[in-house]
């Protein structure tokens, strides 16, 4: 709820006597004081009462969709997982990827990119699976759009969310977007314009690639970090996610840098998006959980890896990040043997991929085996 850091007495055009917020306005735990626009005396306050409201509105639908008393896992196995391979499945084949997740208990998918498909052909179809997951009762989509066209075409696809990136060192931002951080700032900032100016407002996150170190720079000073996210904040996402893009660090970065970020969003939620690289993914999807984080993501049978990342791999195995998930004592929702029956499409499909993961291989440890890896 809006709390405003006090109210003055103002007069309107017409003589008549009203009280507006002082700055700072804390809204949710956050201040909105910075690039609020409060009226000259005698000026007409709809318009900061409407951008308040609006605010309002976007935080609620935010805390629906990603409730903070309980963990929302998304699979991104249908975007991040699907960026490498050599082949892909078909709009059928991820149609009934998506409804076998939906009623193993999955409620957010992350479904595709809206990149030209002479260079992506795998997300060719991502329109119609935008439209495939809000036909599916409390699901929703994400997609991820990277510079203006694409944003306006993830806005025509009436996806729930759309999802940018800003890099966290000059170096990666060139090689994976040919942009400067500052301009990649800049674009997050017109797809927040374009978002407001839209009819159904999606929900917007910026995720901070490389967040937890570099494959191309190296180490990451986590402070400039937290300035990204606020610039973020300012540029006017609904929420950052802290991405390790190539599984660089080990719990101890994740969760300070995660205590960090939770600390400064307030009352927003805080995604982590981890990679297996080296053997931690697990170890520090525990570490983000411990330090409060409560939006994971993961991909079914551990696909994935960026084109523009030097040695990134597969993301954390979705089907074990529940696993973990109940076995800290937080509820998903998510059945995991179905889940993990779920990999026979990409079997299928994607023959020549590795999966993993260990719930697959080993079962639940009341069973004394598991499924076909």
Known sequence: MLRPGGLVNNINANGEAFRVPALPIEWNGASIGEGLKVPVLGADTSAVRSELED???????????YPDDRVSLREVGLRDGLQLVKTFPSTAAKQRWLREEHSAGVRHFEVGSFLPASTFPQFADVREIVRMVAALPGAHGIALALNERGVNEALAS?????????????????????RSRDQAIA?????????????????????????????????????????????????????????????????????ELT?????????RPVCVHLHDTRGMGIANAS???????????????????????????????????????????FATGIDIEKLVAVRSILRSEMPGEPLYGGLARAGLPDRKSGVAA
Do not use: W
């Open 55 to 65: 605010q309002e509105s976007s935080m609620t639908r935010v805390q629906d969709l």
């Open 158 to 178: 009436g996806v729930a969310e759309i999802a940018s990136v800003v890099s966290a060192t000059e170096e990666h931002s060139q090689a994976n977007a040919n």
């Open 187 to 255: 674009n997050v900032r017109r797809l927040c314009e374009l978002r407001d100016a839209s009819a159904h407002k999606p929900i917007v996150n910026a995720a901070i690639s490389m967040a937890l170190g570099c494959s191309i720079a190296g180490p990451v000073d986590p402070l400039e970090v937290i300035k990204l996210a606020e610039k973020c904040f300012e540029a006017g996402v609904d929420f950052v996610a802290v991405a390790d893009t190539v599984g660089y660090a080990g719990p101890k970065q994740v969760g």
């Open 259 to 267: 205590k960090a970020i939770v600390k400064m969003s307030g009352s």
């Open 287 to 329: 570490a983000a959980l411990d330090a409060g984080a409560r939006i994971l993501d993961g991909s079914l049978g551990g696909l994935g890896g960026c084109p523009f990342a030097p040695g990134a791999t597969g993301n954390v195995v979705f089907e074990d990040l529940v696993f973990l998930c109940e076995s800290k004592g």
